[in-house]
C-alpha cells in the first residue's frame, strides 16, 4: 500500500461519524445496510450520511451496491486488512512479544 492511500483511508476515518458509520458496517457483515438503516441506527440525517459515506467510499472503505430502490453499503474488508497491515508491517523488529498481543486481539475480534 502506498503512504497516500493510507493517508486517505486514516483521514476518511478521523471523523466521528465516519467512524460510526464505518464500524457499523463491519459489525453488518458481507450483507451489509442499506443507507436509511445507517442514517436511523446512527441518528444521522440521510444528507450528512449520502456525504460521509462518499468520503468512505473515494477512500476505498466501503462500497455501495444497487439493489433494486436501494444501495447497500458494505465494509470493504480487503483496505482494512490492507491498511492494518501497512500500519504494523514493520512493527516487532523481530521481538514476537510487542506485536502477539495485537495479533491475539485481532484474531479474538473476527473469529
Keep these: 500500500m502506498e503512504s497516500k492511500t493510507a493517508l486517505s483511508q ?18 453488518a457483515g458481507h450483507d451489509g445496510l442499506p443507507a436509511g438503516d445507517i442514517a436511523a441506527a446512527l441518528g444521522v440525517p440521510p444528507n450528512t450520511l ?6 468512505l467510499s473515494n477512500a476505498g472503505l466501503v462500497e455501495g451496491n444497487r439493489q433494486g430502490r436501494s444501495i447497500i ?20 523488529q523481530g521481538r514476537e512479544e510487542v506485536c502477539s498481543p495485537i495479533m491475539a486481539a485481532a484474531q479474538s475480534a473476527c473469529c
Design 73 to 92: 453499503y458494505t465494509a470493504n474488508y480487503d483496505a482494512i486488512s490492507g491498511l492494518i497491515v501497512f500500519l504494523m508491517e514493520d512493527c516487532c
Design 50 to 55: 449520502s456525504s460521509q459515506l462518499n468520503i
Design 10 to 27: 486514516l483521514s476518511a476515518l478521523a471523523q466521528e461519524n465516519r467512524l460510526a458509520v464505518f464500524r457499523l458496517l463491519v459489525k
